[in-house]
């Protein structure tokens, strides 16, 4: 029985949530590199990457071969490259409009509580009561 179309690209973007699974496709877009190279730069145990990569083969986005003693990778395609160039477009993108409201947000008054205050903002801020033990206060409590 063949998967839904939709169902095999969620495994693949499954695949890719992972930052260490991300960082190695990263450095294997500039060629293949020994996993000796790839543990220098990312800096994890040696048991955690290969698990990782070894996800990374299933998934077909990278192939491995031996060159004497070393054990070299590289990208399936450069298809896996594209796909994230278009990660780092789209999160630019993304940023970018997140940027803009925070500083329209900035900018314009609350009627109740006047402009917003420079400074990071964190999910879930908003006004802090007693009875809540300084949480946010949700809608409808």
Known sequence: MSVPLYQA???????????????????????????????????VEPSNLSQQLAVLRRAGMVTSYRDGPLVMYSLSTPDVADLLAAGRRILGTVLTDRDALLDELRAAPDAATGPVPPGPVVAGDGPRTPATNGSPTRPGR
């Open 9 to 43: 690209k969620a495994e693949l973007f499954r695949t890719l949530g992972h930052p260490v699974r991300i960082r190695v496709l990263e450095l294997l877009q500039d060629g293949p590199k020994p996993v000796r190279d790839l543990l220098a730069v990312i800096e």
